[in-house]
């Protein structure tokens, strides 16, 4: 199965080929090193209109992998444009991903898990996952730290229900602690 980002970014560059936006050719006379072909740069998803609030995911390794393969906040979340719009805080994106809805919403695009045993086990140590059981887990316990570190508000995942009172602080675990508000 691939991905329909990918799909887009292969074609968008054999068209730009097509219609001569491709490099030029070097100009005879010049240096070696003037001749040798440039890499054009793939795409970068522009997540600028996510990251005006949320900043901390601007250097996300999960975020950050995604963007360069021009895969960005809106492919999983949706446009949001009532969450980006909402000065108050209290509308929800598009899509949201309780952990039931994690795995099956990466298999869309990733659809075989291709690292080593070894480095599967580094991985599941470094973020102490060992005192859970492994059918519990899911793609973003091990890759990236897509959460917010601490939360103004909350909504249910599954309902997109803003859930009255509650100020959220995030563990590396993964495990939501409610804290009374201040």
Known sequence: MKCAAWVTLSFGLALAALVGLAEPP??????????????KKAPVADNQACFVCHANF???????????????????????????????NITPPDRMFPKEAVDPDCVRCHDTHDAPARKVIARWQERSLGNR??????????????????RTVRWDKKTGKLIPGATVKQTAASEAQVLPKP
Not at 135 to 148: A, F, I, P
């Open 133 to 150: 059981d492994p059918k519990e887990t899911v793609c973003t316990d091990c890759h990236g730290e897509h959460r917010l570190a601490y």
């Open 26 to 39: 070097a100009k005879s006379g010049s240096s070696a090193k003037d001749q040798e072909p440039t890499k």
């Open 58 to 88: 601007d250097e996300e390794e999960m975020a950050d992998q995604h963007a360069k393969a021009n895969v960005g906040c809106i492919e999983c979340h949706g446009a949001s444009m009532a969450h980006r719009n909402d000065e108050n």
